[in-house]
């Protein structure tokens, strides 16, 4: 058949394949891909080289990426193909392996790694941090982490996020060659070009061990592959040599020499296998002559090949399952090879030992088979046959119908030589198989067909339900045990659905699984041979145990221990006590491995009734016991344990059984002879009450859905019960909270109320305080008041006496004059002095008008600063309670915000005790208003009283003012006629003097001093001592009688005076204090 080819040509999706490939056994291709594009001016169309492939973790697919930056996603299982991204930029590295199955990694040639999703075709993140290519992309097993190496440095990133977590960093002159991930494992191991090999904790990047290199020449290491089980790590290099070390031990386990073209290997995978339990065996090492050679690492024997010296393999990648490998040709197309078709030939069975002898005259032949499982005595037969069929050359060949003595497994030839006498007298001689070769005989007697393709398609239906929960029936403590007994027990209810249904078909199977777990299918095909051969008739009645065959076991047990069997019968033990447990477990409870493995050699080896004699065999071997039992629980413990009996007695017994039991009683006469299962596909098997399985897979599915249902309610009770729980917690811590709370706010009353009280014990103090303050300083106001009006009682008296000193004194130099003026002089004096105490009494009144307009505007003063306290107080006092207010309000607020929810009584109380409050507290303030207004009231009375006295101090100091400025330019009018005059009579008496002459000498000079006294003090204001008369003339009067005159009225004057400072001093004690002190 022609190989199929796809060219992409610029498509974006399609088919891989037109029709279903058929790979030949030769080359193993299935199809040929390439990606050629054609240009309008060129003749051929030039090929776009691919560079990466990758396979995802189910092996269907793999992504590939050429070198214009192209990723197309390849799904054989579908048959198709479909672009994903044009990056634009060749990629260095794939990885196809995450968690999330849709994306894949790319390494670019410009130093970024990037993701992409296959489904959605777009950029889900790009990451950066390497400075040179990236050459490798390793995927932790469970696909969140992924290691990055280039030649200079190594890089671990976490794939949920997209963030680098390490950074592994290296010398110059020591460059990496591959760091990666070992499978199903935490470990990452690092390979150096110096050939260290080493392995590292993944979560905390500590050395755990450095891998031994053998002696010798550098073997350049290049390419690694690990088991898929971490046990073993191969490596090769620039050489033909193989290292492999068992990390288990970590040492090196050995070396293996390849072909001499070998001289470097590029690239090595194993390649895996299903059965295999990840030890794989099988290695391909892609070399340097670009030929892939599949290797088996421990018989050292070369398999298989891919590719040619013509068609060489750039680079590969292998499906996660071993059922195809993708090579990147040289050439830059793809080849898709089928690993199966490569492995059929060392797959097959070995050819049939059959021999047909035909006529030379005519076409029809006789068959004369002959079988290596049958007797001797069948082999001789069929050597006559065959003798006789060449002697006779002329005449037809006739069958030959001879019917000997049948042993289990006539007609049925054993391979490889084997014969069923020699096995026969082995057992007899022995009583068993080599334990070395046991596993060996028992797979060729049994003729297994070995069914690959078959079982796994079993297999890979799953987990079976009826047995997805079997750990919890049959806890094994090896858990390896327990998925293959799992996996054996699917496969066989999907093979037949009575095996879904069958209870003791796990105790049926587990000691075939204890001796076959590392080969499942051999496993699988022994436990369905014995089902279909040594089990012929049990599921007749199922689900009852087979009461045809415990019939047969009856009948023999009748004919071989009639004593026996009454024993049973008169205790009431059955055939179902007696002989169905032995049978539903196969003698695995009542013997132990050796005596189980002997039974079987000869149980295998013989036809399937011999099983129902060693069951009558066990029970006469025992009869001793058993006679002596007479409970029932006796006799079901009996067969339920095992007991002190020789095996080797046993199978004697059930040879002797076997030979002495007559026809009409011997099962082989409702037993068939044993049948091997057939090839390619396993046979049908549907021996058994069809309805009634039906009808309990009914049952059993509908329990299933029933118990998922009731899991799925049981589930939704506890997390309901949960979700009370925790509303429960919440509602009692919310109750203890609100305990809390409700203390919390117990004590803030409290606290309130004794800080209520403490400030009240303040305001009082404060209160008390301010009284004081005001009386001290009232006193002190009163103290000075006291004190200024003593001063000025003092500044009077003082400026009384100066005035009385003064007066006193002038009256002396007045008197003084007297004696030497003459009578003008005394009486100019006289008026002199009148003038003076006028101007005195004016300055006086003066004086004590300023003096009380100062006190008055500094009592005004006083008064504006104490209102303007007071007012400031009052505000103070007002924003205090404002304050107060509103933090009482705040509080209530609160308090009421918090016991809302609480109870509606306390709320009402609340509410009316906030009423009461409220009411009480406004009652307050419109006492305070009240008050406010008052006050408010008095101090506009007295600022208007202080107005209207202040206006009329003002209007009276103006009046004042005025009349003194009169008085003063009267005084001036007067002062300057009195100059006048004083000028004029001073003329008269110089020419009265000149006319005394020289007689009068005296008096001329008293004269001259007079005047020139009267001429330097003309223009003073306040002493003069010129007086004017009451017609305004002056007088000069040298007679006695005058100064008489003179002198009565500065007597008078000098008591006027006295009499007027007397009524000042009464009036200023009689005076009283303002009305702010």
């Excluded at 450095?210 to 690990?226: T, W």
């Excluded at 004794?754 to 103290?783: G, P, T």
């Amino acid at each position: 058949m022609a190989l199929q080819t796809l060219d992409l040509c610029r498509k974006e999706s399609g088919k891989i394949w037109q029709r279903k490939p058929v790979p030949s056994t030769d080359d193993g291709v299935m199809v040929h891909i390439t990606h050629s594009v054609s240009s309008p001016l060129a003749l051929q169309s030039r090929n776009i080289r691919f560079l990466h492939v990758a396979f995802d973790t189910t092996g269907d697919r793999f992504v590939a990426g050429d070198y214009q930056g192209n990723m197309f996603v390849f799904d054989l299982s579908r048959n198709r193909y479909s672009l994903v991204q044009r990056t634009g930029t060749p990629c260095s590295s794939l990885a196809f392996t995450l968690k999330r199955r849709t994306e894949f990694l790319v390494g670019m040639s410009d130093y970024s790694l990037k993701c992409y999703d296959i489904d959605t075709k777009e950029l889900v993140a790009w990451m950066k941090g390497h400075e040179s290519p990236i050459h490798t992309i390793s995927i932790h097993a469970s696909g969140r982490y992924a290691l990055t190496s280039s030649n200079d440095t190594a890089q671990l990133w976490d794939l949920d996020t997209f963030q680098r977590k390490r950074k592994l960093n290296i010398k110059e002159n020591v460059g990496i060659v591959k760091v990666f991930f070992l499978p199903l494992s935490n470990t990452i191991m690092t390979c150096f070009k110096d050939d260290s090999i080493f392995a590292w904790e993944a979560d905390t990047l500590n050395c755990k061990y450095q891998l031994p290199i053998p002696p010798g020449n550098a073997p350049h290491y290049k390419a690694f592959a690990a088991t898929k089980d971490g046990r073993l790590l191969v490596a090769g290099g620039k050489s033909r040599f193989l290292h492999v070390w068992t990390l288990d031990t970590r040492r090196l386990l050995r070396i293996i020499q390849l072909p001499a073209k070998v001289t470097s290997m590029k690239e090595m995978e194993f390649l895996p296998d299903k059965f295999d339990a990840g030890s794989s065996q099988v290695l391909g090492v892609l070399s340097q002559d670009g030929i892939m050679r599949f290797i088996h690492i421990h018989t050292c024997k070369l398999l298989f090949d891919l590719g040619s010296v013509g068609d060489r393999i750039n680079t590969m990648a292998m499906s996660p399952t071993g059922h195809h490998v993708v090579g990147v040709m040289e050439d830059g197309n793809l080849n898709i090879y089928s690993v199966q078709a490569l492995t059929a030939e060392l797959n097959k069975p070995p050819p049939p030992l059959v021999s047909v002898v035909s006529s030379q005259k005519k076409q029809e032949t006789g068959d004369v088979t002959s079988s290596s499982q049958a007797d001797m005595t069948q082999g001789k037969r069929a050597s006559r046959l065959k003798r006789k069929a060449r002697l006779a050359q002329g005449s037809e060949v006739s069958a030959v119908d001879v019917k000997p003595k049948k042993t289990s497994h006539e007609q049925v030839g054993l391979p490889e030589g084997l014969n069923m006498d020699k096995l026969m007298a082995i057992l007899r001689g022995y009583g068993e198989y080599p334990a070395k070769y046991r596993m060996f005989i028992w797979r060729s007697i049994l003729r297994l067909p070995e069914n690959h393709a078959a079982y796994a398609s079993l297999v890979d239906k799953g987990t079976h339900p009826a047995y997805e929960n079997i750990h919890e029936k049959f806890p094994i403590k090896s858990r390896k045990l327990l998925r293959v007994l799992q996996r054996t027990l699917s496969a066989l209810s999907h093979w037949s659905a009575i095996f879904g249904e069958m209870d003791y078909l796990p105790l049926l199977t587990f000691p075939f699984v204890k001796l076959f777990q590392n080969n499942q299918l051999v496993l699988f095909e022994i436990i369905a041979t014995v089902l279909v051969n040594w089990c012929q008739h049990w599921f007749e009645f199922f689900p009852n145990p087979p009461i045809n065959v415990l019939g047969m076991v009856e009948n023999v047990l009748a004919f071989q221990d009639k004593e026996l069997l009454q024993h049973f019968v008169k205790y009431g033990v059955t055939s179902q006590i007696y002989a169905w447990p032995v049978l539903e477990t196969l003698f695995s409870e009542v013997l132990t491995k050796d005596e189980w493995l002997r039974l079987f050699d000869n149980v295998l080896s013989n036809h399937p009734a011999f099983l129902l004699m060693c069951v009558v065999a066990y029970c006469t071997a025992c009869r001793g016991p058993l006679l002596q039992c007479i409970e029932f629980d006796d006799f079901k413990y009996f067969f339920h344990h095992r007991n002190a009996v020789d095996i080797g007695d046993v199978i004697k017994e059930a040879y002797r059984i076997q030979e002495t039991t007559p026809p009409d009683v011997h099962p082989e006469r409702m037993l068939d002879t044993f049948q091997p299962l057939t090839r390619g596909q396993y046979p049908v098997f549907n021996k058994y009450p069809k309805f009634i399985v039906d009808y309990q897979v009914q049952e059993r599915e509908r329990i299933r859905e029933e118990e998922l249902e009731y899991l799925r309610q049981r589930q939704v009770s506890l997390e309901l019960q949960k979700e009370t729980e925790r509303r429960q917690q919440e509602e009692a811590a919310w109750y203890r909270q609100q305990e809390l709370l409700l203390e919390a706010e117990e004590k803030r009353r409290k606290m309130i109320s004794e800080e209520e009280e403490k400030l009240y014990e303040q305001r009082s103090r404060l209160q008390a305080m301010n009284r004081e303050v005001k009386m001290k300083e009232m006193k002190l106001l009163d103290a000075t008041r006291r004190k200024y009006m003593n001063y000025q009682q003092k500044q009077r008296t003082s400026e009384i006496k100066r005035l009385d000193d003064e007066i006193q004194r002038k009256a002396a130099m007045r008197e003084m004059e007297t004696q030497h003026a003459v009578q003008e002089a005394e009486i100019k004096n006289l008026e002199l002095q009148l003038q003076k105490k006028m101007f005195e009494q004016e300055l006086y009144r003066e004086h004590a008008e300023t003096t009380q307009k100062l006190r008055s505007e500094y009592d005004a003063f006083r008064k504006r600063q104490e209102i303007e306290d007071r007012g400031q107080h009052r505000v103070n006092l007002a924003e205090r309670e404002r304050e107060q207010e509103i933090r009482r309000r705040l509080q209530q607020n609160l308090a009421h915000a918090e016991h809302v929810t609480t109870d509606a009584e306390t709320r009402k109380q609340m509410e009316y005790r906030q009423e009461l409050d409220n009411l009480d507290r406004e009652m307050q303030n419109v006492q305070l208003a009240k008050l406010q207004n008052e006050n408010r009231d008095l101090e506009k009375e007295v600022h208007k009283l202080m107005n209207e006295l202040k206006t009329r101090r003002e209007e009276e100091a103006i009046e004042t003012l005025e009349e003194l400025q009169a008085q003063r330019r009267q005084a001036d009018v007067a002062a300057e006629r009195r100059t006048r005059l004083l000028r004029e009579e001073s003329g008269l008496a110089e020419d009265h003097l000149e006319q005394l002459g020289n007689t009068l000498d005296q008096s001329f000079e008293r004269l001259r001093d007079l005047r020139q006294r009267a001429t330097d003090n003309r223009d003073q204001s306040c002493l003069n001592e010129v007086s004017t008369g009451t017609d305004g003339t002056t007088t000069l009067s040298f007679d006695r009688t005058g100064r008489t005159s003179l002198d009565e009225g500065e007597a008078m004057l000098m008591q006027e005076v006295r009499r007027l400072r007397e009524k000042l001093a009464s009036d200023s004690r009689t005076k009283k204090p303002p009305a702010e002190f």
